[in-house]
């Protein structure tokens, strides 16, 4: 099993920034690929990003240009940097691993418990 831990949430006015972590533990995360998701109230849970075991990512076009989504040299904690953020932005932040789909849901074995990110307008 893989557990993953997900930090770095909060409250935070329209503009400004706010980095989550989420760290990697139990069995290895070794050839995984990452990502972050993101869940808002009513709505559908939707793919942020991802960064593959070699260090390639993809982006939603909802925050491309604001977020960067990076992993640590031992890759087990994964980070997503948020910049400019906007009242949409508000959701829980998910963390995932996994080896199938990189955009969907179905495409990650493992699943964090979710740090919550709201911006004030």
């Known amino acids: 099993q893989v557990q993953l831990v997900e930090s770095g949430g909060g409250l935070v006015q329209a503009g400004g920034s706010l980095r989550l972590s989420c760290a990697a533990s139990g069995r290895t995360v070794s050839g995984y690929r990452m990502a972050w998701f993101r869940q808002a109230p009513g709505k559908e849970r939707e793919f942020v990003a991802a960064i593959s075991w070699c260090g390639n990512t993809a982006y939603a076009d909802s925050v491309k240009g604001r977020v960067t989504i990076s992993r640590d040299n031992a890759k087990t904690t994964v980070y997503l940097q948020m910049n400019n953020l906007k009242p949409e932005d508000t959701a829980a932040y998910y963390c995932?691993?996994?080896?199938?789909?990189?955009?969907?849901?179905?495409?990650?074995?493992?699943w964090g418990q979710g740090t919550q990110v709201t911006v004030s307008s």
């Open positions: 995932a691993a996994g080896t199938g789909s990189k955009f969907t849901q179905s495409g990650y074995d493992y």
